[in-house]
């Protein structure tokens, strides 16, 4: 099963941040709590708020907990597109601390080159082919990368 992070969040907006967890859970085999997801990005404070009612990175974090929710084997994320770099590392935060807890292999797709030392291994692509693929010895904390 897969998870996918939208750069756009695509967060129901009718819904709260409870809510819109809430909808994978019903619909997947082995789901988390949605109360868990939500804890797990830092927003248990926040859950019964709307998406309006919430900063870009509470909403991109809210779409990671989604995500993560369903307890995928693959996650893919373009997360950090619309977010300055403070909110940046929280969510690349969030994302490190579920592949480190639940072994879920997590591929972020960016054009920020910084990020790539959170990776395990980095693929670099040009002109639709795979142009080099890199493997980091050591990560770097999410904290340690400045846009």
Same mark, same amino acid.
């Given at each position: 099963m897969s998870g996918f992070v939208f750069q756009f969040?695509?967060?129901?907006?009718s819904l709260t941040?409870?809510?819109n967890v809430k909808l994978v859970t019903e619909i997947s085999n082995r789901p988390m709590r949605p109360e868990e997801a939500l804890d797990l990005v830092g927003l248990s404070g926040r859950m019964h708020h709307f998406p309006a009612q919430l900063s870009?990175?509470? =909403?991109q974090r809210? $779409?990671? $907990? @989604?995500a993560v $929710?369903? @307890?995928p084997d693959l996650l893919l994320c373009v997360p950090t597109g619309a977010l300055d770099s403070r909110t940046g590392v929280v969510v690349l935060e969030a994302l490190v601390q579920v592949n480190q807890e639940f072994g879920t292999t997590t591929l972020v797709i960016t054009h920020n080159v910084a990020i790539r030392g959170i990776a395990h291994r980095v693929i670099n692509f040009a002109n639709g082919r795979i142009a080099s693929i890199e493997?980091? =010895?050591t990560r770097l904390p999410a904290s340690a990368i400045s846009w």
């Amino acid at each position: 099963m897969s998870g996918f992070v939208f750069q756009f969040y695509n967060l129901v907006p009718s819904l709260t941040a409870l809510e819109n967890v809430k909808l994978v859970t019903e619909i997947s085999n082995r789901p988390m709590r949605p109360e868990e997801a939500l804890d797990l990005v830092g927003l248990s404070g926040r859950m019964h708020h709307f998406p309006a009612q919430l900063s870009g990175g509470e =909403q991109q974090r809210v $779409a990671i $907990a @989604r995500a993560v $929710a369903k @307890r995928p084997d693959l996650l893919l994320c373009v997360p950090t597109g619309a977010l300055d770099s403070r909110t940046g590392v929280v969510v690349l935060e969030a994302l490190v601390q579920v592949n480190q807890e639940f072994g879920t292999t997590t591929l972020v797709i960016t054009h920020n080159v910084a990020i790539r030392g959170i990776a395990h291994r980095v693929i670099n692509f040009a002109n639709g082919r795979i142009a080099s693929i890199e493997t980091n =010895q050591t990560r770097l904390p999410a904290s340690a990368i400045s846009w």
